[in-house]
């Protein structure tokens, strides 16, 4: 569950009819800026951050000063295409955790400062809980869930289980133990020698490839716990023990191997999800997190809603990566709960639903 020790509840507040939340997200190494009314996104601008990319991974400096950098450009284009004032905000939302401490450190800073200088209410986010809640944007093609539903949240940083009971009522049924499923995919990609971010790329090279070509173990791991870093070691192992008697091996069999690959971590995560399913009773599976746009994973949920009867809920691209529309929606259910957050808040690195 969700305790907010900084959250300040102010039980009289008068609720406006047109309720406009800036919402900011830095966690990572994209900046984005994101304007709602009420429970609707009317602008969602995103930075990313291509420097990274030479480095096969995220350097923590380099995104804290791309951040500085991006930040007052960014929010001002959201203002911009969603055609309105700072003056009509009703709050600002942010991220205050979890991530890199220095990118929380830009948005949590900017935030406070644009919500003291405007004299507005401040609402801090947790970044999991926000892809959870992504659902909740209104979209006419995209229904959605009701309460209780399973979440499963894939990225970079997180993998987890978690039963939604309300808003901010979620409970963790399972999580990694080490590595989460975006590294998975990324360290393996780096293995075969494909460029950062790789994990789009295993999935582009999969849907050309054979997904039994090459076995690989899936990890035991008790409950409904996971564990990725056993297979990065044998996927390490596989391509060593092969390229020696073949140097040509990946570059001959990059689609197989991709396909393998992504087949493993789906059959992972849909078998974990299975055993949620049983266990709960509950039929209604969302995801979210930057991996809930991987193919596989995709087809992998709406496979089982038609085979087990499960109702499946999967966001819209833009809502998967990293993005401040996310961060908004929590925001706007936030400000009609009158839970704000004081200028004393900070930035938290490890922020747990």
Same mark, same amino acid.
């Given at each position: ?9 102010? @039980? ?16 990572? &190494? ?78 949590? +800073? ?10 507005? @209410? ?56 080490? &590595? ?7 360290? +393996? ?62 570059? &001959? ?38 991996? +809930? ?61």
């Amino acid at each position: 569950m969700f305790y907010l020790c900084t959250s300040i509840f102010i @039980p009289n507040l008068v609720e406006t009819e047109t309720i406009y939340i800036l919402a900011i997200e830095s966690s990572c &190494d994209d900046t984005s800026a994101a304007v709602l009314c009420n429970d609707k996104v009317i602008s969602n601008v995103v930075a990313t951050q291509k420097i990274h990319e030479e480095y096969g991974g995220v350097v923590p400096e380099l995104a804290s000063r791309a951040h500085q950098q991006n930040i007052v450009p960014v929010v001002h284009q959201a203002l911009l295409r969603a055609n309105i004032d700072k003056k009509q905000l009703s709050a600002i939302a942010f991220t205050r955790g979890p991530g890199l401490m220095g990118s929380l450190l830009v948005g949590t +800073s900017f935030a406070k400062s644009l919500a003291l200088g405007l004299d507005i @209410p401040l609402i801090e986010v947790n970044h999991m809980q926000a892809h959870i809640l992504a659902h909740f944007i209104t979209d006419e093609n995209n229904p959605k869930p009701s309460f209780p539903f399973l979440a499963m949240t894939i990225s970079g940083g997180h993998t987890q289980i978690v039963k939604v009971n309300d808003y901010f009522n979620m409970e963790i049924l399972g999580e990694t133990l080490d &590595d989460a499923v975006g590294e998975a995919f990324d360290k +393996s990609a780096k293995i075969l020698g494909l460029p950062y971010p790789g994990g789009p790329l295993i999935d582009k090279n999969a849907k050309l490839g054979n997904p039994k070509k090459f076995p690989f173990p899936k990890p035991k791991v008790g409950e409904l716990n996971f564990s990725f870093s056993g297979l990065k070691t044998s996927i390490l192992y596989f391509i060593q023990r092969e390229t020696k008697t073949n140097p040509n091996f990946i570059e &001959d069999n990059l689609n197989d191997i991709c396909a393998s690959i992504q087949y493993t971590i789906i059959n992972i995560l849909m078998d974990k999800l299975k055993k949620a399913v049983k266990e709960t009773g509950i039929k209604q599976v969302a995801i979210g997190g930057g991996v +809930s746009a991987n193919s596989g994973i995709r087809t992998a949920l709406k496979n089982a809603e038609k085979n087990y009867g499960w109702s499946t809920y999967i966001p819209k691209f833009e809502y998967c990566t990293d993005n401040a529309a996310m961060i908004g929606i929590v925001g706007y259910h936030k400000y009609k709960q009158n839970v704000f957050t004081s200028q004393d808040v900070t930035a938290k690195a490890r922020y747990i639903i």
